[in-house]
């Protein structure tokens, strides 16, 4: 399983190290946790290689992909909040609408088991790190990043943000 792809420019580097790291015929499925080009901009080039793989989106996601894309064709699998996948190991994937946070097609990923959260753009940041994971990073500066996307991106949003939260908590 896939979730989500990078910025078109960076395609070639991509696949390249998609590759390297697995088989693409282990590649079951992509979850598209958003349209936007910094989440699908290598999904053109990605399904030239699987072209059949199901890809779970929103309804709106398919409208975003469809729309930028021209591959109607292409295996899609609406999902709506609370929809799920069994990954095996007891573990699942269970997906979360977030409308407006921050367009329509956004949703975020829920991996249970290992409790990880793919929160597309909800937390998401203008930053990069050679290392793969967050805690590597100067945390002065990813905090700084994270405080100045909210602030750009999501702040409008904030009363939504609020609901989606508290909704899915039960609250
Ligand atoms: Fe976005
Ligand atoms: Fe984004």
Known sequence: MLIDTVWKP???EFID???KEIDFSKIDFIVA???????SG????LMEKIPNTPIYCTANGVKSLTGQYHHPEWNYQVVKTGDSVDIG???????VEMKMLHWPDSMATYLTGDNILFSNDAFGQHFAVEELFNDKADQCRLWEEALKYYANILTPFSLLVKKESGRNSGA
Request: a negative charge; proline letters at 4%; charged letters at 20%.
């Open 89 to 95: 190991n007891g573990k699942k994937l269970v997906f």
């Open 10 to 12: 960076h395609s070639t």
């Open 33 to 39: 946790n958003h349209g936007e080009v910094d989440h």
């Open 42 to 45: 290598s999904l053109p080039a």
């Open 17 to 19: 190290n998609l590759e």
